[in-house]
């Protein structure tokens, strides 16, 4: 069997039925989505990690006691899991983060990009630079819906339900983060975005 081809629901059944491979595969398929998710989030690396693997205990804990629910989609309900863990964790921190790219940690490594000659790759650079930069000076809320979009690569529908608000809230702030880095961008004398 091949369980490269499985599901992320037969990948389940399989690692319950005890084989961990499908777990290591169920694993390897979601974790860049749900790292980046948290770093971008908790704006640290060893937090991120630790959440991530706090993530990962909380799913293996939840499968084995057999309360997962199979009507929802695998990589929703684990994004739901670490949202919340961000989440108790910026309440014990009582503080909210920004993303920055001041860190060891850049989220444009991890992107899947074709190869670019040197030029392309330095303009790229400084545009993505540009935009965190304008991303970080958003409000909270829009500012979240911004990096669940476009970092976390979540639909609307999934922000809406990850932070609790109704969709056209989501697109709502949306619309307001785009808007808002425009004005940024243009009182900044930057490229339009």
């Known amino acids: 069997m091949d369980v490269q081809k499985l599901t992320d629901q037969e990948l389940i059944k399989t690692y319950l039925n005890g084989h961990d491979k499908a777990f290591e595969v169920l694993l390897k398929r979601h974790k860049n989505k749900i790292y980046t998710s948290i770093y971008l989030f908790v704006k640290d690396t060893e937090k991120a990690n630790d959440i991530f693997q706090d993530v990962f205990i909380k799913i293996v804990d939840t499968l084995r006691k057999g309360k997962y629910n199979h009507e929802g989609k695998f990589l929703q309900w684990a994004m739901r899991i670490s949202y919340n863990m961000c989440v108790d964790n910026f309440r014990r921190n009582k503080r909210r983060t920004k993303v ?94």
């Not at 303009?123 to 409000?139: C, F, G, T």
């Open 100 to 193: 920055s790219a001041t860190e060891t940690f850049d989220i444009f490594d991890v992107l899947e990009s074709k190869d670019d000659n040197m030029e392309t790759t330095m303009i790229k650079s400084q545009m993505h630079k540009k935009v965190r930069a304008l991303v970080d000076q958003l409000p909270p809320e829009q500012k979240e819906v911004v990096v669940l979009r476009h970092y976390a690569d979540m639909s609307f529908k999934e922000i809406s339900q990850l932070t609790r608000v109704s969709i056209n809230t989501a697109l709502g702030r949306m619309r307001y983060a785009l808007i808002n880095m425009r004005k940024m961008a243009n009182e900044k004398e930057l490229v339009s975005i």
